[in-house]
């Protein structure tokens, strides 16, 4: 089953994982709009496509939904008064809903390819500061892999970051990690500060073997 889990992460909003599926067709999930203007695109925008409506149809019980974004990028749910936040990566994808509050998602495939941009989107204080940390328990004991869950902590942080606040046109820089904590070896949280205003926000993490997922709601 695709479908890798969906939950509540309060009484207003929900998380939700879908795994790419060769059974999943954009004809079958997506509104006939959506379908026709992606069914000549390439095979993998439109198995994203298909991954995200078939989560987004499972997560509100029924389909017919149509997805808009901003001049900014930011998703909107046409029609629905609700908040929603986007991610995919290699074979995934995730969506965060929320009935009363702006939320953004980031999930990323763990590879060692994010070490060799990490001077590109970390200040000179985040990275002395992952130099400190322990890789979570349940990350197979590579010193390559370990580096690279580290590095996707803050890059989906300052990606979940940059989506919450769509409208600044935040630059990686501008956003700071100041500290992650471990909740335990699959979760913890992670305090970040919009540099531009000042605010603060935890985003929450999760770590499995094959992905790395930041949310803020």
């Not at 060769?22 to 997506?30: G, M």
């Amino acid at each position: 089953m695709p479908l890798l889990y969906i939950e509540r992460i309060d009484k207003r909003t929900q998380l939700g994982i879908w795994q790419f599926d060769d059974r999943t067709h954009i004809e079958d999930v997506c509104p006939p709009e959506v379908y026709n203007k992606i069914k000549t695109m390439c095979n993998n925008r439109q198995k994203e496509t298909a991954a995200v409506y078939a989560l987004l149809n499972e997560m509100l019980g029924r389909g017919g939904w149509t997805i808009d974004h901003e001049d900014s990028g930011r998703p909107i749910l046409r029609d629905s008064g609700l908040e929603i936040g986007i991610s995919h990566t290699n074979n995934y994808a995730s969506l965060i809903i929320s009935e009363s509050k702006r939320v953004a998602v980031d999930i990323e495939h763990v590879s060692d390819r994010i070490c060799k941009i990490e001077e590109k989107f970390m200040r000179s204080d985040e990275l002395e500061y992952s130099h400190t940390l322990i890789k979570p328990a349940n990350i197979p004991d590579n010193n390559n892999t370990n580096k690279a869950c580290i590095l996707l902590l803050f890059w989906c942080a300052k990606e979940t970051m940059y989506k919450f606040y769509s409208d600044n046109h935040l630059a990686l820089h501008d956003i700071k990690i100041e500290q992650i904590e471990e909740a335990n070896s699959n979760n913890g949280s992670i305090r970040c500060c919009n540099m531009q205003n000042g605010d603060k926000k935890t985003i929450f993490y999760r770590i499995d073997k094959n992905t790395v997922l930041t949310y803020l709601a």
